[in-house]
């Protein structure tokens, strides 16, 4: 009952939460792959702490969050609560370069990495608060850039600039599928580029891939990795 969130809340999240833990495990099954081999990140965003606590309770055990003022408020709250046992808090979002360094003192893993500027800021926030974070390369599979992500012919050399620079600790790509297409030849391309960065740092072996609608299609193809929001918190324009 520590939760805070209401018990209908509370049911409703378990609901949906024990749906989408069955579509990994038939997307699975359908794949020939071993469910334990994939982290389930409950994308929280504009979910107040309340579900997030609710969530903890339920067994999740990573959370994502793209803006880093709620983040960081949120998890400086989870840490409060729940020390140790807080959920590891994967940063999502689009990154400027003023803010990065901020998010790498309090984000266990950045997945959006996108750009050498980044990377540097991260670093550098990283050794000013003395954590180690780990890092994925966010890789633009549209055609247009718009949604984040590096080219995919210069994902390799960004990768490297990651394993390069202390208290970064590359692990592997995070990709977005191109809106109103089929995800599938994206998802079989990330996989490639995941392939060809890993044999140069095989610590490097995470493809984050994977939402809400196309959860089967990243599981088929190799994703370690699902961000999945609203088909466990519900829509989020009913909460700002
Ligand atoms: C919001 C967000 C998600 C979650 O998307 P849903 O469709 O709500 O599951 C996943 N990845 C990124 C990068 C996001 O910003």
Same mark, same amino acid.
């Given at each position: 009952?520590?939760?805070?969130?209401?018990?209908?809340?509370?049911?409703?999240?378990?609901?949906?939460?024990?749906?989408?833990?069955?579509?990994? =495990?038939?997307?699975?099954?359908?794949?020939?792959?071993?469910?334990?081999?994939?982290?389930?990140?409950?994308?929280?965003?504009?979910?107040?702490?309340?579900?997030?606590?609710?969530?903890? =309770?339920?067994?999740?055990?990573?959370?994502?969050?793209?803006?880093?003022?709620?983040?960081?408020?949120?998890?400086?709250?989870?840490?409060?609560?729940?020390?140790?046992?807080?959920?590891?808090?994967?940063?999502?979002?689009?990154?400027?370069?003023?803010?990065?360094?901020? %998010?790498?003192?309090?984000?266990?893993?950045?997945?959006?990495?996108?750009?050498?500027?980044?990377?540097? #800021?991260?670093?550098?926030?990283?050794? #000013?608060?003395?954590?180690? %974070?780990?890092?994925?390369?966010?890789?633009?599979?549209?055609? =247009?850039?718009?949604?984040?992500?590096?080219?995919?012919?210069?994902?390799?050399?960004?990768?490297?600039?990651?394993?390069?620079?202390?208290?970064?600790?590359?692990?592997?790509?995070?990709?977005?599928?191109?809106?109103?297409?089929?995800? #599938?030849?994206?998802?079989?391309?990330?996989? =490639?580029?995941?392939?060809?960065?890993?044999?140069?740092?095989?610590?490097?072996?995470?493809?984050?891939?994977?939402?809400?609608?196309?959860?089967? #299609?990243?599981?088929?193809?190799?994703?370690?990795?699902?961000?999945?929001?609203?088909?466990?918190?519900?829509?989020?324009?009913?909460?700002?």
């Amino acid at each position: 009952m520590s939760g805070g969130a209401d018990a209908g809340r509370r049911a409703e999240l378990e609901r949906s939460l024990a749906q989408v833990t069955e579509r990994i =495990e038939r997307a699975c099954a359908d794949a020939g792959r071993d469910p334990a081999d994939l982290t389930l990140v409950v994308v929280t965003k504009r979910f107040p702490l309340e579900d997030v606590l609710a969530l903890h =309770e339920l067994g999740v055990r990573d959370i994502g969050e793209n803006r880093d003022q709620e983040a960081g408020e949120k998890v400086a709250e989870l840490r409060e609560r729940l020390g140790a046992d807080a959920p590891t808090v994967h940063f999502i979002g689009q990154l400027q370069s003023n803010k990065a360094g901020h %998010v790498a003192g309090y984000a266990d893993v950045v997945q959006s990495a996108d750009r050498a500027k980044i990377v540097d #800021a991260l670093a550098r926030g990283a050794q #000013a608060s003395g954590r180690d %974070v780990d890092v994925l390369v966010q890789v633009g599979l549209d055609d =247009e850039q718009g949604r984040g992500g590096v080219r995919p012919d210069e994902a390799a050399t960004l990768a490297d600039r990651v394993a390069g620079h202390d208290g970064l600790r590359l692990r592997g790509v995070m990709a977005v599928a191109p809106l109103d297409a089929d995800p #599938a030849p994206a998802f079989a391309r990330l996989r =490639e580029l995941a392939d060809g960065i890993r044999s140069k740092h095989p610590d490097a072996h995470w493809i984050s891939a994977g939402m809400s609608g196309d959860l089967e #299609a990243a599981v088929a193809h190799g994703a370690t990795h699902l961000r999945v929001g609203t088909a466990i918190l519900g829509s989020r324009t009913a909460v700002l």
